[in-house]
């Protein structure tokens, strides 16, 4: 089925606005699930092929892809100031001022993926080097992440394609385009890996070409769909001009966003530093956990997602109620979703584990990890849900002291004092992550709570 057929027309014709509220999160959140998760099925894939090489190369993607973690969390940010205006808009009935911010979106994410381009000529090594690991990580992580920095452009103009179609109450055809991207990089990523049939034998620079490939293919159907006759707001460069008022309004909602997503991976990357003295099992354990956790988070960022959606239309409709029932009620369905897969990681944590690799090390020491982290799972609701509605109100200078505060304050301390305070060693880092989880989500429950995010204006 092409982009934008099936379901996506009565998606596209629907008012979010109205009607029964279970129904709307439902129908705007789990094709975001399945777009967020396709989307995080890349580095795994990259994970599980890369992986056959052993734990250096592992150890080496796993440096490298926390740092293309901390690009996208950027991008996302941004994305939360583009989002917050066409969702207000849409909600308002005023598509015009909503494609006015489209354009000029794709300016901004322009001029992000040259600067992102730059970094990864110049800098790819030293950024790698940075978390001390041992030569040979360094040369397979550096690889890696140069490939993918140079190659930043599809990746965050596939990232504010979904966004603007997401916003509009789109999130079909995202959802359709991840697939087909996804299919290509799962089909092309062991050929480039390996050398197999025709293809050059290229190891971890393979895995971060594929990732190319696959998403400028993304970037291709999604033009096709946002210029097309398939989407929710069609996209038109009549009359486009420089506009410095829209801009500024999607940067200065965007980068309080922008901070708090790099703050999140940049608290990754001090974590790998901290980790690097206990050896690249501990990192490499650390790499697959944190790829595990992805899957789990993606139930939640999708709902909070489709919260933030509903925040933004509602409010631009003068809903603020509405707006608010809607997030309890996405953060009510993320607690239950988190609490069986807290159950299921107690009943196969090593199965889940061999998925990656087989090492009788890595696997118990991931195991472990997992196991520490299951109370912070727990409140991933709390977490993630709050957050991404709150922004989606455009409210995102609270989220982003949050943010600041619990890796600064709360994270960073416990992940370098815990291991020598204590004799739980490595996996003290752990338990630091588990304890800011945990506080991260009570304080977006009491801001929350305030109601304050009602009366922002964007």
């Known amino acids: 089925m092409p982009p934008g057929g099936g379901p996506g027309g009565m998606m596209r014709g629907r008012d979010w606005t109205q009607g029964s509220i279970f129904k709307n999160l439902l129908l705007l959140s789990w094709p975001m699930a399945v777009t967020n998760t396709l989307m995080m099925l890349g580095p795994t894939i990259d994970m599980i092929w890369v992986g056959q090489l052993g734990s250096g190369a592992i150890a080496g993607v796993g440096v490298a892809g926390t740092a293309v973690q901390l690009v996208m969390g950027a991008m996302m940010g941004l994305t939360a100031g583009m989002r917050a205006l066409i969702a207000r808009f849409i909600g308002a009935k005023d598509v015009d001022s909503a494609n006015r911010v489209a354009q000029q979106a794709s300016v901004v994410t322009a001029i992000y993926a040259i600067l992102m381009a730059i970094v990864g000529v110049f800098f790819s090594e030293e950024i790698v080097a940075m978390v001390g690991v041992k030569p040979e990580v360094v040369k397979a992580g550096a690889a890696y992440l140069r490939i993918n920095f140079i190659g930043s452009a599809p990746m965050a103009f596939r990232m504010m394609m979904d966004s603007v179609m997401q916003a509009s109450g789109d999130a079909m055809n995202p959802m359709k385009i991840a697939l087909i991207y996804r299919v290509i990089h799962i089909a092309l990523c062991p050929f480039l890996v390996f050398g197999w049939w025709i293809f050059p034998q290229l190891g971890v620079s393979g895995a971060a070409w594929t990732s190319v490939i696959s998403q400028s293919v993304g970037v291709l159907l999604g033009i096709g769909v946002l210029f097309g006759e398939r989407s929710s707001l069609k996209l038109s460069l009549r009359g486009f001009r420089f506009d410095l008022d829209i801009i500024w309004r999607i940067v200065r909602i965007g980068f309080p966003a922008l901070i708090s997503g790099i703050q999140r991976t940049l608290n990754q990357f001090f ?109 991933v609701g709390f977490m993630m849900v709050l957050m991404n509605a709150t922004q989606g109100a455009g409210d995102t200078v609270p989220m982003m002291i949050i943010s600041i505060v619990t890796t600064w304050v709360i994270t960073i301390p416990l992940a370098y004092f815990l291991p020598k305070w204590t004799d739980w060693g490595v996996y003290g880092i752990r338990w630091a992550m588990t304890g800011s989880m945990i506080i991260g989500g009570l304080a977006n429950t009491i801001y929350f709570r305030t109601g304050k995010w009602k009366t922002r204006r964007v």
Do not use: D
């Not at 974590?271 to 354990?285: E, R």
């Not at 899957?295 to 933004?312: E, Q, R, S, Y």
């Not at 509602?314 to 979703?337: C, D, F, H, M, Y």
């Open 271 to 379: 974590l790998m530093i901290f980790m690097a003295p206990f050896g690249t099992i501990a990192v490499a354990s650390h790499t697959i956990s944190q790829r595990i956790e992805m899957f789990l988070f993606m139930p939640a960022m999708a709902l909070g997602m489709g919260a933030g959606v509903l925040v933004g239309q509602n409010l631009g409709a003068n809903q603020p109620e509405r707006a608010e029932k809607s997030t309890w009620l996405a953060v009510a369905i993320v607690e239950a979703v988190a609490l069986l897969a807290c159950v299921a990681i107690l009943i196969w944590t090593s199965p889940i584990i061999r998925i990656f690799n087989n090492e009788a090390g890595l696997v118990k020491t991931a195991g472990e990890y997992l196991l520490i982290a299951l109370p912070g799972f727990a409140t």
